[in-house]
């Protein structure tokens, strides 16, 4: 079936520095790939996607570029800041695509200290 | 615009009982999902529906059930809870117009079952 698979963490960073979550997933057809955030406290808010291949979403500083021949959508950001401490869910909607079901990662925490 | 927005933002109850989840997607969405989210199990998907129809369910057992409304509003239902469905209950609403559109989180429902 289809799936995300998302590096544990947390991942804890210094501010300013260079950011990767990798994220792989498992679909039938072709995807579309997201990056969803979660602050404590709050909902999730999208903070990139990409619908086809080869596309590179990206969102305050935050970039993914979705590669079907590694089925790889890792997030970077190249320098972070406190303000970038939540919780990253990687997830994908797969064909059908009159669906809004969406299959989420486990979540990567990212801490960052100043 | 006003964002989703879910009622109530906490409650709690006890085994046996039954409890139901509002929530208002954004003004013009036609589809809304709801997730549960657990420490355990992460994000799953409920279900969704678009124009008053349900269009797509999860692995949940019968005692999950939800609806919607004419105007889009949905609620969902939880029937005789147990220690498990203790959790975040994410509403999301889209367009409905395909799993390429972006959705669009709620605060949650944080359920508490004793």
């Known amino acids: 079936g289809n799936s995300v698979t998302q590096m544990e963490g947390p991942v804890t960073l210094s501010e300013e520095a260079f950011l990767t979550i990798n994220c792989t997933y498992t679909?039938?057809?072709?995807?579309?790939l997201f990056w969803y955030v979660q602050y404590p406290g709050e909902g999730l808010q999208l903070l990139l996607k990409a619908t086809k291949a080869d596309d590179k979403g990206s969102n305050k500083g935050f970039e993914a570029t979705y590669r079907k021949e590694t089925t790889s959508f890792h997030l970077e950001k190249g320098s972070v800041q406190v303000s970038d401490s939540a919780v990253y869910f990687c997830?994908?909607?797969?064909?059908?695509?009159?669906?809004?079901?969406?299959?989420f990662g486990t979540g990567t925490r990212l801490q960052v200290f100043p | 615009k006003a964002g989703v927005t879910q009622t109530p933002r906490y409650l709690i109850k006890t085994r046996g009982q039954q409890v139901t989840l509002s929530c208002s997607p954004i003004s013009g969405h036609r589809s809304v999902s709801w997730y549960q989210q657990t420490p355990g199990q992460g994000l799953q998907f409920l279900f969704e529906?678009?124009?008053?129809?349900?269009?797509n369910k999860g692995n949940f057992p019968g005692r999950f059930s939800g609806r919607q409304f004419s105007n889009s509003r949905s609620e969902m239902n939880v029937s005789t809870l147990e220690l498990g469905d203790s959790a975040l209950y994410l509403c999301a609403s889209s367009r409905g117009q395909g799993a390429r559109e972006t959705q669009y989180f709620g605060p949650g429902t944080r359920l508490l079952v004793l």
């Open positions: 529906y678009f124009s008053e129809t349900q269009r």
């Open positions: 997830a994908l909607s797969a064909p059908p695509h009159n669906t809004d079901k969406l299959i």
């Open positions: 679909a039938t057809g072709y995807p579309s």
